[in-house]
Nanobody, 124 residues
Framework: QVQLVESGGGLVQAGGSLRLSCAASGRTFSMYAMGWFRQAPGKEREFVAAFSLSGSRTYYADSVKGRFTISLDNAKNTVYLQMNSLKPEDTAVYYC?????????????????WGQGTQVTVSS
């Protein structure tokens, strides 16, 4: 089992920045990838960014490329999402997720473990 706890959400004006954190605990040695997803009201959950622990590759949704950066602090078992140039359409609940399966599609939503979510609201 892997437990995930997110923090760092909040209210910010358009053009501003926020950094989300996700601390992992439990069987973290078995993780294959960690990612961030978001869900806006009335919409399906969507992929935002992910970090592959094998190979240290990063993946981004087209909508956030160049504005968001995902990073990993191995010593702290924490993954971060630095969000810059935020737009009102980035408003959503952001979820951290982890998978232990190499068969998981990293840019999909079929991850094994999920955090509780943190609200990000961008005002215009």
């Amino acid at each position: 089992q892997v437990q995930l706890v997110e923090s760092g959400g909040g209210l910010v004006q358009a053009g501003g920045s926020l950094r989300l954190s996700c601390a992992a605990s439990g069987r973290t040695f078995s993780m294959y990838a960690m990612g961030w997803f978001r869900q806006a009201p009335g919409k399906e959950r969507e992929f935002v960014a992910a970090f592959s622990l094998s190979g240290s590759r990063t993946y981004y949704a087209d909508s956030v490329k160049g504005r968001f950066t995902i990073s990993l602090d191995n010593a702290k078992n924490t993954v971060y999402l630095q969000m810059n140039s935020l737009k009102p359409e980035d408003t959503a609940v952001y979820y951290c997720a982890a998978t232990t399966s190499v068969r998981t599609v990293i840019t999909g939503t079929k991850y094994d473990y999920w955090g509780q979510g943190t609200q990000v609201t961008v005002s215009s």
